[in-house]
């Protein structure tokens, strides 16, 4: 059950190329948060703009009440988000959408995160840490300056990260994609969990089915209500008996979805 609450910024620090990590006091929302869901925030104190912003639920401290999110400036709403200082307060509805199924303890993992879309899979590679489940994550960025976990890289998370830049300037110089081939040829894993741009996730649904290893991907389509109710964010995804697909709705039924049930051959699904 979602809450919409008025919400204290903690701490905002830059940690990147027009990155940002807000921390907020919403214990309400902390305490009942699971990896995989998000947030919708209003970034103004005015009605312009109109529509909230969906942004993923990074962390929780859940005895300290706080909520940690990772954001990319973009445009209007998220450059108002950025100017924000300590004190500052924000209307903020949660824990919104389906989170991540999470697998048997000791399977081993690997999330793969494109840009910011790391924002959830830290959160979801810490609880599976703690639940004992072998974690690797894979980066991919543009260069050494666009790395969503800041210069210090995977120094602040509890699980090997390994980075892929497509100009060479840190790690692997490529697309996010190459490792995880290598990492899947190696047999190294049991599971997969990806977030970030569409043809980073369309190229991860190619290879789990090469391999035939499942995988679940959360999605960052553009959102109007954030609460099922305008299909403004409907995603093409496979259907059943006679139906040969359906559209869901990304902000109720995911934004987590298992790689298997998303349709690719439609732009319309996800951003590219
Ligand atoms: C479930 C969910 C979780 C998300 N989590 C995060 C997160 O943790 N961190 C983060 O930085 N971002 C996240 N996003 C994306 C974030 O919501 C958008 O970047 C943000 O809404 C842009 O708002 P804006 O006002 O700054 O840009 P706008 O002025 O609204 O848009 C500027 C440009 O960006 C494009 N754009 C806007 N929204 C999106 C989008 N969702 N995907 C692709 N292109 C878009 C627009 O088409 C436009 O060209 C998430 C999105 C969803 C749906
Ligand atoms: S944003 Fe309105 S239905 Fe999903």
Same mark, same amino acid.
């Not at 995989?36 to 300290?64: A, K, T, W």
């Not at 998220?78 to 924000?84: D, E, R």
């Not at 690797?136 to 602040?156: D, F, K, Q, T, Y």
């Given at each position: 059950?979602?809450?919409? #609450?008025?919400?204290?910024?903690?701490?905002?620090?830059?940690?990147?190329?027009?990155?940002?990590?807000?921390?907020?006091?919403?214990? !309400?929302?902390? $305490?009942?948060?699971?990896?995989?869901? *998000?947030?919708? #925030?209003?970034? $103004? $104190?005015?009605?312009?703009?109109?529509? /909230?912003?969906?942004?993923? #639920?990074?962390?929780?401290? %859940?005895?300290?009440? +706080?909520?940690?999110?990772?954001?990319? &400036?973009?445009?209007?709403?998220? $450059?108002?988000?950025?100017?924000?200082?300590?004190?500052?307060?924000?209307?903020?509805?949660?824990? =919104?959408?389906?989170?991540?199924?999470?697998? +048997?303890?000791?399977? %081993?993992?690997?999330?793969?995160?494109?840009?910011?879309?790391?924002?959830?899979?830290? *959160?979801?590679?810490?609880?599976?840490?703690?639940?004992?489940?072998? &974690?690797?994550?894979?980066?991919?960025?543009?260069?050494?300056?666009?790395?969503?976990?800041?210069?210090?890289?995977?120094?602040?998370?509890?699980?090997?990260?390994?980075?892929? @830049?497509?100009?060479?300037?840190?790690?692997?110089?490529?697309?996010? @994609?190459?490792?995880?081939?290598?990492?899947?040829?190696?047999?190294?894993?049991?599971?997969?969990?990806?977030?970030?741009?569409?043809?980073? =996730? /369309?190229?991860?649904?190619? =290879?789990?089915?090469?391999?035939?290893?499942?995988?679940?991907?959360?999605?960052?389509?553009?959102?109007?209500?954030?609460?099922?109710?305008?299909?403004?964010?409907?995603?093409?995804? @496979?259907?059943?008996?006679?139906?040969? *697909?359906?559209?869901?709705? &990304?902000?109720? !039924?995911?934004?987590? *979805?298992?790689?298997?049930?998303?349709?690719?051959?439609? +732009?319309?699904? #996800?951003?590219?």
């Amino acid at each position: 059950m979602a809450t919409d #609450i008025t919400a204290r910024i903690i701490k905002q620090e830059q940690v990147g190329l027009g990155q940002y990590r807000m921390n907020l006091y919403a214990p !309400e929302i902390a $305490s009942r948060a699971v990896p995989g869901q *998000f947030v919708y #925030i209003r970034c $103004s $104190s005015s009605l312009d703009p109109l529509l /909230r912003r969906p942004l993923s #639920i990074h962390g929780v401290n %859940r005895e300290r009440g +706080e909520l940690l999110l990772l954001y990319q &400036v973009i445009g209007r709403g998220t $450059s108002l988000l950025a100017a924000k200082r300590q004190g500052d307060q924000l209307p903020v509805m949660g824990p =919104l959408g389906r989170g991540f199924t999470l697998p +048997e303890p000791e399977r %081993r993992v690997i999330l793969v995160g494109g840009g910011i879309g790391v924002a959830p899979l830290v *959160f979801l590679g810490n609880e599976l840490v703690r639940r004992k489940n072998p &974690v690797l994550m894979l980066v991919g960025a543009r260069s050494i300056h666009h790395l969503p976990l800041g210069r210090e890289g995977g120094n602040n998370v509890p699980f090997n990260v390994t980075v892929a @830049t497509d100009d060479g300037t840190c790690g692997y110089h490529g697309p996010v @994609t190459d490792l995880l081939e290598r990492a899947l040829a190696g047999r190294e894993v049991d599971m997969v969990y990806a977030c970030g741009p569409g043809g980073m =996730l /369309r190229q991860t649904a190619m =290879l789990l089915a090469r391999y035939g290893l499942p995988g679940e991907f959360s999605l960052e389509e553009r959102m109007g209500c954030g609460v099922g109710a305008c299909l403004s964010c409907v995603c093409k995804t @496979t259907g059943e008996g006679e139906r040969p *697909f359906r559209y869901r709705r &990304v902000c109720v !039924e995911g934004p987590v *979805f298992r790689a298997d049930q998303l349709v690719w051959d439609q +732009e319309e699904c #996800i951003n590219g």
